[in-house]
């Protein structure tokens, strides 16, 4: 017998027992999930379609069970006009079709591990009941980090639809300007979408870039994107104090700020869990086995506020993004109804779109590897997102992280048009698939001229890899390009004399690829390092060269990269068709 009764906070069942059988009652398993969003609905909603016998309640301390918080820096703009377009799920339509109880505006504060029993707190009438359980699922996911600086109650955050609807009505006094505190991926967001809405908006990151999941030389193309959008972006520097329209910067600079958004990163809401004794790491997330279990047998933990292992290091580590998120929330729920399956190291995998521009990112950076002291093996390259007669290619910016030992792929980023995104998920799965590095030459990719090239972007990476691992050519980066002239080496341009009059690095011998051949005698007669536009002709240079004597290697990713990474050159991302 089910009783469903909805009322303001949500939908209660009440269900006790269930036959199985003539003559057998069964009683039937209560399964807690405490946290809605993508990692308590995916856990909910895969609990019910894999017991349809069992009682599931979720516990939502907010208002919103089931909402895209990906999609609210949009409503800002209005690019996503519709508040009710992020609303995902209902407390009534969960209740309907999955038979699930939610109650929102609760929040379960404290858990007797020993009796199975979860105490809730309604937050409207302030009332407290108990939940007993045979499989709990903490899923509280990760509160915004807060300014600590005077002022601070001035900023706003944007974590959840009351956040949003916070912000919408501080939107209503029209104000002119906004500092965005953080330049991650939801600042930059909000930024755009500030932008958009006609204020001006200056942008402070602590780092020395902005994207610090990216290298320099590709965050630089970011900024780049912000400023000719009108958005400023001050990077090493922080907020010290929040005035009544202004803040103030730690280089002593006031910044206009009618409107200030604080978005400085997330950290995991485990004090439940720590109050009820459960192993909690150094960092603040729950620890937990392959199979989301914590180290009491019958809670798991998934989303935010879970450790993760990582792909590249194999050591814990904090990811906060939906996808880890959904799919860890499906996976306890199969562990729970008896399902042997474990969860996979995680990538980090993550894209964000800047006023059209894209920049993705998966596993780690080349800044982050080396201060693990890791050794790397770098490309960069810059093809077109499709063939280059066909209308509308892009170009694109594309960076491979390789163990120089095992060929392994150790990470990859790419800045450029949207077709960025569909390189690092092909690099991403490879990845996950543990091929080699030099194995992307063999990848069999959809071509078309509209879509790609007969040598798609990721293969060429391929091919470089392979060259490199091989050792019939040997490559340098943009930041060894000083060390390099000092130990003795010549730097030789092999472009056009338009390109090389546009501008060159400083002290090189102009020689075009296609002459030569024919000027050898005026090469130096010591180590050459060798560069064209974007590392193509630089290749093609050396090994020629090579193969007649030279010691020659060649600038990786060409004079774009150097550009991009030095700040020397003048920004403009019209590095384009320089082969």
């Given at each position: 017998?089910?009783?469903?009764?909805?009322?303001?906070?949500?939908?209660?069942?009440?269900?006790?027992?269930?036959?199985?059988?003539?003559?057998?009652?069964?009683?039937?398993?209560?399964y807690l999930?405490?946290?809605?969003?993508?990692?308590?609905?995916?856990?909910?909603?895969?609990?019910?379609r894999?017991?349809?016998?069992?009682?599931?309640?979720?516990?939502?301390?907010?208002?919103?069970?089931?909402?895209?918080?990906?999609?609210?820096?949009?409503?800002?703009?209005?690019?996503?006009?519709?508040?009710?377009?992020?609303?995902?799920?209902?407390?009534?339509?969960?209740?309907?079709?999955?038979?699930?109880?939610?109650?929102?505006?609760?929040?379960?504060?404290?858990?007797?591990?020993?009796?199975?029993?979860?105490?809730?707190?309604?937050?409207?009438?302030?009332?407290?009941?108990?939940?007993?359980?045979?499989?709990?699922?903490?899923?509280?996911?990760a509160?915004?980090?807060?300014?600590?600086?005077?002022?601070?109650?001035?900023?706003?955050?944007?974590?959840?639809?009351?956040?949003?609807?916070?912000?919408?009505?501080?939107?209503?006094?029209?104000?002119t300007?906004?500092?965005?505190?953080?330049?991650?991926?939801?600042?930059?967001?909000?930024?755009?979408?500030?932008?958009?809405?006609?204020?001006?908006?200056?942008?402070?990151?602590?780092?020395?870039?902005?994207?610090?999941?990216?290298?320099?030389?590709?965050?630089?193309?970011?900024?780049?994107?912000?400023?000719?959008?009108?958005?400023?972006?001050?990077?090493?520097?922080?907020?010290?104090?929040?005035?009544?329209?202004?803040?103030?910067?730690?280089?002593?600079?006031?910044v206009?700020?009618?409107?200030?958004?604080?978005?400085?990163?997330?950290?995991?809401?485990?004090?439940?869990?720590?109050?009820?004794?459960?192993?909690?790491?150094?960092?603040?997330?729950?620890?937990?086995?392959?199979?989301?279990?914590?180290?009491?047998?019958?809670?798991?933990?998934?989303?935010?506020?879970?450790?993760?292992?990582?792909?590249?290091s194999?050591?814990?580590?904090?990811?906060?993004?939906?996808?880890?998120?959904?799919?860890?929330?499906?996976?306890?729920?199969?562990?729970?109804?008896g399902?042997?399956?474990?969860?996979?190291?995680?990538?980090?995998?993550?894209?964000?779109?800047?006023?059209?521009?894209?920049?993705?990112?998966?596993?780690?950076?080349?800044?982050?590897?080396?201060?693990?002291?890791?050794?790397?093996?770098?490309?960069?390259?810059?093809?077109?997102?499709?063939?280059?007669?066909?209308?509308?290619?892009?170009?694109?910016?594309l960076?491979?992280?390789?163990?120089?030992?095992?060929?392994?792929?150790?990470?990859?980023?790419?800045?450029?048009g949207?077709?960025?995104?569909?390189?690092?998920?092909?690099?991403?799965?490879?990845?996950?698939?543990?091929?080699?590095?030099?194995?992307?030459?063999?990848?069999?990719?959809?071509?078309a001229?509209?879509y790609?090239?007969?040598?798609?972007?990721?293969?060429?990476?391929?091919?470089?890899?392979?060259?490199?691992?091989?050792?019939?050519?040997?490559?340098?980066?943009?930041?060894?390009?000083?060390?390099?002239?000092?130990?003795?080496?010549?730097?030789?341009?092999?472009?056009?004399?338009?390109?090389?009059?546009?501008?060159?690095?400083?002290?090189?011998?102009?020689?075009?690829?296609?002459?030569?051949?024919?000027?050898?005698?005026?090469?130096?007669?010591?180590a050459l390092?060798?560069?064209?536009?974007?590392?193509?002709?630089?290749?093609?240079?050396?090994?020629?060269?090579?193969?007649l004597?030279?010691?020659?290697?060649?600038?990786?990713?060409?004079?774009?990269?150097?550009?991009?990474?030095?700040?020397?050159?003048?920004?403009?991302?019209?590095?384009?068709?320089?082969?």
């Amino acid at each position: 017998m089910v009783h469903v009764r909805p009322d303001g906070r949500g939908f209660r069942w009440q269900l006790a027992v269930v036959a199985v059988g003539p003559g057998s009652v069964t009683m039937t398993p209560t399964y807690l999930i405490v946290g809605g969003v993508a990692a308590g609905m995916s856990a909910a909603t895969r609990l019910r379609r894999n017991d349809e016998s069992a009682r599931i309640v979720v516990v939502e301390r907010g208002g919103y069970v089931s909402f895209a918080n990906c999609g609210l820096p949009y409503h800002l703009s209005g690019v996503i006009a519709d508040r009710e377009q992020l609303v995902l799920q209902t407390p009534e339509s969960l209740g309907h079709r999955f038979g699930i109880e939610v109650l929102v505006r609760h929040e379960v504060t404290a858990i007797d591990r020993s009796a199975r029993i979860a105490t809730v707190h309604d937050l409207i009438t302030g009332s407290t009941t108990t939940i007993a359980y045979d499989a709990a699922v903490l899923a509280t996911g990760a509160a915004p980090i807060r300014l600590q600086a005077p002022g601070s109650e001035r900023a706003r955050s944007l974590r959840d639809l009351d956040d949003l609807d916070q912000l919408m009505a501080d939107l209503q006094s029209e104000p002119t300007s906004a500092v965005v505190i953080g330049a991650g991926f939801v600042g930059l967001e909000v930024a755009e979408n500030l932008a958009r809405r006609g204020l001006s908006v200056t942008v402070v990151e602590l780092a020395e870039q902005v994207l610090t999941p990216l290298d320099p030389e590709l965050a630089a193309l970011v900024q780049t994107q912000l400023e000719r959008h009108g958005v400023t972006a001050r990077t090493g520097v922080c907020v010290t104090e929040i005035g009544g329209n202004d803040v103030l910067l730690s280089d002593g600079t006031r910044v206009p700020g009618d409107l200030v958004v604080a978005a400085l990163g997330v950290r995991p809401e485990s004090a439940l869990a720590r109050a009820a004794g459960l192993r909690v790491g150094e960092r603040g997330g729950i620890v937990v086995d392959a199979q989301q279990r914590t180290s009491d047998p019958v809670i798991f933990a998934v989303g935010d506020v879970a450790e993760k292992v990582c792909a590249v290091s194999g050591e814990t580590t904090l990811v906060p993004l939906a996808g880890p998120a959904n799919r860890e929330g499906r996976l306890v729920a199969d562990v729970i109804t008896g399902r042997a399956v474990s969860a996979a190291p995680v990538w980090g995998t993550a894209v964000v779109g800047v006023f059209g521009l894209t920049a993705a990112v998966t596993g780690w950076s080349e800044k982050r590897l080396r201060a693990s002291g890791r050794d790397v093996r770098i490309i960069h390259t810059h093809p077109m997102s499709h063939a280059g007669y066909y209308p509308g290619a892009d170009q694109l910016s594309l960076k491979l992280l390789v163990d120089p030992e095992s060929d392994a792929i150790l990470g990859a980023q790419g800045v450029g048009g949207e077709e960025v995104a569909r390189r690092i998920d092909v690099i991403a799965t490879a990845a996950r698939g543990q091929l080699r590095a030099s194995e992307l030459a063999d990848l069999d990719l959809a071509y078309a001229p509209q879509y790609g090239s007969a040598k798609d972007p990721v293969t060429m990476l391929g091919f470089i890899a392979d060259n490199l691992r091989s050792g019939v050519i040997k490559t340098r980066q943009w930041h060894e390009v000083e060390a390099e002239v000092a130990a003795g080496a010549a730097l030789i341009d092999v472009r056009s004399a338009a390109e090389y009059a546009a501008g060159h690095l400083p002290g090189a011998l102009h020689v075009p690829v296609d002459d030569l051949r024919s000027r050898l005698a005026e090469l130096p007669d010591r180590a050459l390092l060798v560069y064209c536009g974007v590392g193509q002709r630089g290749n093609v240079a050396v090994r020629m060269l090579t193969q007649l004597g030279f010691e020659a290697v060649n600038l990786d990713g060409g004079y774009s990269t150097w550009c991009a990474g030095t700040g020397r050159c003048v920004r403009e991302r019209e590095l384009v068709a320089v082969r």
